[in-house]
Structures are given as structure tokens and as C-alpha cells.
């Protein structure tokens, strides 16, 4: 995993920050890249006021529906109530992919932007992507062309369904409030996929698309000025990250897509990625913690190495992936 970094640990979000003098200027998803190491943001707590709901919350924080779900199960979606304490799950590892360009994890349903001309700083935004039956691929791809105010035309498959219940769909929808795409697309080298906005922004968050991509309008919108037509975007689905934090490796889990679960071992799948995180060491894991983490997914990021002084004896073979399994085997019974 060469994104991973081990060593000394970086200066601290709140160290950096305020020395390069725009700490408090950062807009809307902005970060600072660490140096080294790979986790950004932080988990804060606010209190909801009397007007909110908690799709309020999220969207004015950066969050899409199912990560402010997630991290506040006990709280009312549409009303949560004067003072109650609601979780902000702001903190993320950044995914193990070159950061370059756009890089969209469907497994996530965000997506970070690394601009070439600011290579100090992460962008990071909910999105929406293809529910089940209608998957958004995985695949390096380009942005092509920008367009404002975009008309749409349904897909015949849907103006066929829409006929079928006796609803029949026009060819074209023009801009305006009816326009599922928003007023801004951006689209790409992938045949019939775009990132977009959208008229229905409670759905961000959620896998609702038919294989595009969908921003909150204030996001995409942002993304449109400023992303150079060309850029690259990686899409990727990755359910298990890890990243060190300093000298702390954090992981953090979400719940695999539904056309994935018969197939994905979520255990063996972060055995590996920690694997790929230390190289020919063996990793001080705590497995109980580590399969919490992955049965459970919070969308969180958990530290999971064990306190130096409650480190097993290691045996003397050549470590292996395959002497990992032995370990959880033996630690999980």
C-alpha cells in the first residue's frame, strides 16, 4: 500500500494550520494534506437546533445521508429536537489510490479531489452513486466537457418503465427545477456517466443514481469552476481503509455494495489491506478490535494496534500473510 507512510509522526491539523495563515479561511471540504500519513479532518459533536433536521445538519457540514445516519442511529431524521448532540463524522483515511485528480470510492459514497495546482490541500464531498442494478464503474477515467444548465435525455430504459406505469417521460427535460441533473455537469471518458447535481438533494449520500455521480448543488458547483477539463478520475471501491495517523494506524469500514456482499470476505479483505500497510513485519493488530470494525462498519476511523507492552510473542518463522490468518484464527476463537 504506497500511500501509507510510517515514521515520525506529522505535525498535527491544528499545528499546521494556523501557521500557514488561512486555518480559518479553508471553504467547504477543503483539508490540508498531510505530509505524511493519511487521515484528515476530525469527529466533532454540535448541538441541533429547533429548525433542523438532520439532513440540515448534514448537508450544512459536508455529509451525505448515510454517514449522518450511521454515526447518529438514535437521533430523528426529521427531527431531531432543540440541543440534542449530534456526531459529525468528519474524520476520514484517504483512500489507497494515487492522489491525483479526482478519486471516487463507491463503497464510501464520497469523492476527493487532489488539485494539481494546490498539491498542499485535499478536497473531500458526499456523493450519490448507482444503486443496485445500475452500478457505477470501477475504472481510471477522464472529465471531457463542462456543461452549465444541462438538458437531459432519459435513457430509453427508463422512458419505457415510465410508459409501463402510465407515466410516459419526454424525450428531453430543459433546465430548470425539473432537471435531474442540477445545473452543472461534468462529463466523462466513461460513455453516459456524469458528475452532477441535482434537484433532489436529500439523496445525496445514498445510492440512488443510475451509474452517475451526483454532488449537493453547492459542491458540484464549486468543482465545475475549478476542475480543468482532462483531469483524471480514478474510481474505486474500497469498503476497508487503512491509513496511519502519526504512529497510530487507523482503519475505517463501510458496509460493502449490496452486488458485492456474496463475494467479499470483509476479514480476509482487511487482513490484507493491513498486509499490504506493513509490509514483511508482523502487524501488532488487535484482531477483536479489527473484526468489530469490519462486521460492524461505522464509517469511523478505530485505531486497532495493540499497546507495545500487549504484543504477543511473535513466532521466529518469516512472517506471511498467510501467518496473519494463524493469528486471527487463534484470536478469534
Known amino acids: 500500500m504506497k500511500s501509507l507512510y510510517r515514521g515520525l509522526a506529522p505535525l498535527s491539523l491544528a499545528l499546521v494550520v494556523p501557521a ?5 479561511e479553508l471553504p467547504r471540504g477543503h483539508f490540508v494534506l498531510p505530509e505524511q500519513g493519511d487521515v484528515i479532518g476530525e469527529v466533532r459533536t454540535i448541538a441541533a ?15 451525505g445521508f448515510d454517514e449522518i445516519q450511521r454515526a447518529n442511529p438514535d437521533v430523528s ?5 432543540e440541543g440534542t448532540e449530534v456526531v459529525l463524522p468528519s474524520r476520514f483515511v484517504l483512500p ?9 470510492n463507491l463503497s464510501e459514497l464520497r469523492l476527493y479531489y487532489y488539485p494539481a495546482n494546490d498539491p498542499g490541500r485535499v478536497e473531500t464531498y458526499p456523493i450519490s452513486v448507482g444503486r443496485d442494478g445500475f452500478a457505477t464503474p470501477v475504472g481510471v477515467t477522464r472529465t471531457t466537457v463542462k456543461v452549465k444548465d444541462p ?8 422512458r419505457e418503465e415510465a410508459a409501463a406505469r402510465g407515466e410516459p417521460a419526454p424525450s428531453i427535460v430543459p433546465p430548470g427545477p425539473d432537471n435531474p441533473l442540477g445545473r452543472h455537469a461534468i462529463l466523462l471518458g466513461l460513455p453516459s456517466y456524469l458528475i452532477h447535481g441535482t434537484n433532489q438533494p436529500d439523496g445525496v449520500g445514498m445510492r440512488v443514481s443510475r451509474g452517475c455521480i451526483r454532488m449537493f448543488p453547492e459542491d458540484i458547483e464549486s468543482l465545475y469552476e475549478r476542475v480543468p477539463n482532462g483531469t483524471q478520475v480514478n474510481i474505486i471501491d474500497q469498503p476497508f481503509k487503512a491509513g496511519w495517523d502519526g504512529d497510530t494506524l487507523m482503519v475505517q469500514a463501510y458496509p460493502a455494495l449490496e452486488e458485492n456482499e456474496a463475494s467479499f470476505e ?8 493491513l498486509s499490504r500497510a506493513f509490509g514483511d513485519e ?9 473484526r468489530q470494525a469490519v462486521e460492524q462498519p461505522s464509517g469511523q476511523p478505530v485505531a486497532v494496534l495493540r499497546e507495545a507492552e500487549a504484543v504477543p510473542a511473535l513466532p521466529e518463522a518469516e512472517p506471511s500473510l498467510e501467518g496473519i490468518y494463524e493469528v486471527v484464527e487463534v484470536a478469534f476463537h
Not at 437546533?49 to 455529509?63: G, K
Not at 431524521?77 to 429536537?81: I, V
Open 282 to 290: 508482523e502487524p501488532p493488530v488487535d484482531y477483536a478490535q479489527l
Open 151 to 158: 438538458a437531459w435525455s432519459p435513457p430509453r430504459s427508463m
Open 49 to 63: 437546533a429547533e429548525e433542523d433536521t438532520l439532513l440540515d445538519i448534514a448537508r450544512r457540514h459536508n455529509l
Open 266 to 273: 470483509p476479514v480476509l479483505n482487511a487482513l490484507e489491506v
Open 77 to 81: 431524521l426529521w427531527y431531531p429536537g
Open 20 to 24: 500557514l495563515g488561512w486555518a480559518d
Open 96 to 104: 489507497d489510490a494515487p492522489r491525483e485528480g479526482i478519486v471516487i
